[in-house]
């Protein structure tokens, strides 16, 4: 219900911004070593949010994609996809540390899919059944690009930019929901996809990317009087990435909604009032989040 969603938006937003200030406070907040004098922060720019995506964001989100899919028939059990979103959630903590380290970090990440098949192949072999074996494989390396893999690019790039850009990225990918949804309920008539998602609208994907837009400039604009921020972001490109926002976060959608459809649920899950599961609220940010990255890192 909508009254729900206005309830629970502005606190998941809250919570963003409480999480994105315990981080920068973490990193730049030291205790002071008594033996020669220097001060060492209290973690590193990033582990706030790391522990908090690997550890609760991920595993909540692969624990709802495990259940549509074996709602649609696929052998695929929980508990391999939740470690598969964990690693995956991780798998890019390392990038950015040096040419060197960059380098073998960025191995060792491509390296996570053949080391989870492997353990996947090893555990069916020693429970002598092939039964689902395909399905199950599909499903762990799905959990682990889909469900955990874009939050390791969010959190690259806070360790890049700071908590402000990566709040104000999120925010303006959300921005381009809320431009869509509004849009389309005052003066939506085409629909996008009817087969699919029977509510969206042609001018509500076009709504959704002009707030993207918009939202995008503003943020950037602000970036210049925010000390949260390592660089600040040009208005133009802020643009520009909203918009970008506004095109694939829509996919996003959309992709779940092919999962959904499959599983034949509403929801992903219930665990959000008004607004459904994990995966109801972070779609459009799975898909955003590398270009997130690129663009704005």
Request: include cysteine; charged fraction near 10%.
């Given at each position: 219900?909508?009254?729900?969603?206005?309830?629970?938006?502005?606190?998941?937003?809250?919570?963003?911004?409480?999480?994105?200030?315990?981080?920068?406070?973490?990193?730049?907040?030291?205790?002071?070593?008594?033996?020669?004098?220097?001060?060492?922060?209290?973690?590193?720019?990033?582990?706030?949010?790391?522990?908090?995506?690997?550890?609760?964001?991920?595993?909540?989100?692969?624990?709802?994609?495990?259940?549509?899919?074996?709602?649609?028939?696929?052998?695929?059990?929980?508990?391999?996809?939740?470690?598969?979103?964990?690693?995956?959630?991780?798998?890019?903590?390392?990038?950015?540390?040096?040419?060197?380290?960059?380098?073998?970090?960025?191995?060792?990440?491509?390296?996570?899919?053949?080391?989870?098949?492997?353990?996947i192949a090893f555990a069916?072999?020693?429970?002598?059944?092939?039964?689902?074996?395909?399905?199950?494989?599909?499903?762990?390396?799905?959990?682990?690009?889909?469900?955990?893999?874009?939050?390791?690019?969010?959190?690259?790039?806070?360790?890049?930019?700071?908590?402000?850009?990566?709040?104000?990225?999120?925010?303006?990918?959300?921005?381009?929901?809320?431009?869509?949804?509004?849009?389309?309920?005052?003066?939506?008539?085409?629909?996008?996809?009817?087969?699919?998602?029977?509510?969206?609208?042609?001018?509500?994907?076009?709504?959704?990317?002009?707030?993207?837009?918009?939202?995008?400039?503003?943020?950037?604009?602000?970036?210049?009087d925010c000390a949260w921020?390592?660089?600040?972001?040009?208005?133009?490109?802020?643009?520009?990435?909203?918009?970008?926002?506004?095109?694939?976060?829509?996919?996003?959608?959309?992709?779940?909604?092919?999962?959904?459809r499959e599983a034949r649920?509403?929801?992903?899950?219930?665990?959000?009032?008004?607004?459904?599961?994990?995966?109801?609220?972070?779609?459009?940010?799975?898909?955003?989040?590398?270009?997130?990255?690129?663009?704005?890192?």
């Amino acid at each position: 219900m909508l009254w729900q969603r206005l309830i629970t938006g502005p606190l998941l937003i809250l919570m963003l911004i409480g999480l994105a200030w315990l981080d920068e406070t973490a990193a730049t907040w030291g205790l002071v070593d008594p033996t020669d004098g220097s001060v060492h922060a209290w973690a590193p720019r990033g582990m706030v949010l790391l522990c908090f995506c690997a550890l609760v964001v991920a595993p909540l989100l692969a624990r709802e994609i495990a259940g549509m899919l074996a709602r649609s028939g696929s052998a695929v059990h929980e508990w391999p996809c939740m470690v598969a979103a964990v690693l995956g959630a991780g798998s890019m903590w390392w990038l950015g540390a040096g040419e060197t380290v960059t380098t073998k970090a960025a191995g060792a990440a491509l390296a996570v899919p053949i080391v989870l098949i492997t353990l996947i192949a090893f555990a069916l072999m020693r429970r002598r059944s092939a039964a689902g074996a395909s399905s199950t494989v599909a499903g762990v390396l799905l959990s682990w690009a889909y469900a955990g893999l874009p939050w390791a690019f969010w959190i690259a790039l806070d360790r890049a930019q700071g908590p402000a850009v990566l709040a104000g990225a999120i925010l303006t990918v959300k921005s381009t929901d809320i431009g869509a949804y509004f849009t389309g309920m005052a003066i939506g008539r085409t629909k996008l996809i009817p087969w699919l998602s029977p509510g969206k609208t042609r001018e509500g994907f076009v709504g959704g990317l002009m707030t993207g837009a918009g939202v995008g400039a503003l943020l950037a604009w602000w970036s210049g009087d925010c000390a949260w921020v390592a660089a600040p972001i040009d208005p133009r490109l802020g643009a520009i990435a909203g918009a970008v926002f506004g095109i694939i976060g829509p996919i996003g959608d959309l992709a779940e909604s092919l999962l959904k459809r499959e599983a034949r649920v509403k929801d992903s899950g219930h665990l959000l009032p008004g607004m459904g599961g994990v995966h109801d609220v972070a779609d459009s940010l799975l898909l955003t989040a590398p270009l997130a990255w690129l663009l704005l890192a």
